[in-house]
């Protein structure tokens, strides 16, 4: 070895070592523990897969640069001792690399879009040709193949897909961001009607693929009735999108991305998930405009009045910036962006000791805004602490008090049912 290798072989030990010191700074879960029990992982599996990944996530912080550049990347991680191609059917084409290659080598063969690396735990590769590397895509067929995956943009953005969450690394710091689909049992239980298959179509295509690309946008979802019972709601009708779209057809996420990126105004989507206008500008009472103070921006705020006006709806707003938030009868549900997942209203503590838990939901109504909402408390037994929630739609002071260590404040649906029941 002569000196220049040493040196290359000292930096990438320095650069590990800062690597995984960062990483675990920042909460980055390289195996977390759903993937660690789906897999049936043992220590020793787990220590070459971690081992793995860390070198992965290496490689596309710390490319080899080529003519100027450092080029993307991508990397299919395996919890298996070897590549079996079956596992492959109908999500990627698997290629075969010959197995005299070098690592270095076989790295230079994928670009992260629409090849990726396949790494096993016997270090076996292959090459997987997929149609997209698009965010959602990789969200969707991860899980189906069992992999974790590793990804750097022409940007020089760094993804780690990992079971659960993605974690980005982008303008020198690491943000985390929960798969958006696994998000929607809850929010459709809160709020007692709608199809979870369309509910996490269109978390995924809010979050990982409008907010993605950065492309701000408004979706209306109705939970009842029909998208022309919505007509006199809004201020400017709006149009067709000239094609037959339904967000649970995954090959349609692209054509309505397309649309959205080149028209103002929002989109109405129906109960079963199709694309029924776009280009609505939807319209808010003098009441909203008179309860609901300005949020964000125009965008934000106009959803959150709509949703105020409008109570058979649930409306996603994804910013420019990021960020997707779930508006219903003018409060936030759901907020997901850089720091994970925000559920409504959420006031909560942390007893060190607790005995007995109970929970108990009381309806009440708002004296201000007049909106019919219900607060469910937990408690735990010796808990005596007394507590008091703000309204989550007006700001209205000490709307419910309590004795307990979580409330949270949900809006009650006209259709029956108590909060968190769904009925079909």
């Known amino acids: 070895m002569n000196s220049s290798d ?24 390289l195996i977390e523990s759903a993937f660690w029990d789906d897999a049936k992982l043992d220590d020793a599996k787990a220590v070459t897969l971690e081992r793995n990944l860390l070198d992965e996530v290496m490689h596309a912080r710390y490319p080899p640069v ?17 590549i079996e191609a079956d596992a492959f059917d ?18 230079s063969l994928s670009n992260g879009r629409t090849s990726f690396l396949v790494r096993s735990l016997d270090q076996s590769l292959a090459l997987a040709e997929i149609s997209s590397g698009e965010e959602i895509t990789l969200v969707e067929r991860l899980p189906k193949l069992g992999a974790l995956a590793v990804q750097r943009l022409a940007n020089g953005s760094v993804k780690f897909f990992a079971r659960t969450h ?32 369309v509910g996490g179509a269109l978390l995924d295509i809010s979050l990982h693929l409008l ?5 701000g946008a408004t979706l209306v979802w109705l939970l009842d009735g029909q998208s022309s019972d919505l007509v006199e709601r809004f201020s400017r009708q709006g149009e067709s999108p000239g094609a037959e779209l339904n967000v649970v057809h995954f090959s349609h996420a692209e054509i309505l991305a397309t649309v ?42 106009s959803a959150k009045r709509f ?78 602490e007394v507590e008091s929630v703000s309204c989550p739609i007006c700001g209205e002071p000490n ?15 006209p259709w029956g049912g108590p909060p968190g029941y769904r009925g079909d």
């Open 211 to 215: 907010s993605a690309r950065h492309i």
């Open 6 to 29: 040493a040196e290359e072989v000292l930096l990438v030990g320095r650069r590990l070592k800062r690597l995984r010191e960062e990483l675990s700074d920042e909460g980055v879960q």
């Open 307 to 384: 949703s105020f006006d409008e109570n058979r709806v649930l409306v996603f707003v994804v910013s420019q910036d990021g960020p997707v938030t779930v508006f219903s009868d003018g409060m936030s549900l759901l907020e997901l962006g850089g720091i994970g997942a925000f559920r409504a209203s959420v006031v909560a503590h942390n007893p060190s000791q607790a005995a007995e838990v109970s929970c108990e939901l009381t309806e009440l109504t708002c004296s201000r805004c007049m909106k019919a909402l219900a607060c469910e408390v937990t408690t735990f037994e010796g808990w005596n």
């Open 166 to 197: 993605l974690y980005v690394w982008e303008n020198d710091e690491w943000s985390v961001k929960p798969y958006a689909h696994l998000e929607i049992s809850d929010l459709v239980d809160l709020v007692q009607r709608g199809s979870t298959k």
């Open 66 to 82: 080529h003519e100027g550049r450092r080029p993307s990347y991508g990397a299919l991680l395996l919890p298996t001792l070897h």
């Open 260 to 301: 959205l990126a080149s028209v103002d105004g929002a989109c109405v989507i129906e109960q079963d998930g199709t694309v029924a206008i776009v280009e609505v500008h939807l319209g808010n009472s003098a009441r909203s405009m008179e309860v609901i103070s300005p949020e964000h921006g125009t965008r934000h705020t």
């Open 399 to 413: 709307l419910a008090t309590y004795v307990g260590v979580d409330a949270r404040v949900i809006p009650v649906k």
């Open 90 to 107: 109908g999500i990627a084409e698997l290629v075969e690399i010959d197995g005299n290659v070098s690592l270095s080598r076989a790295r």
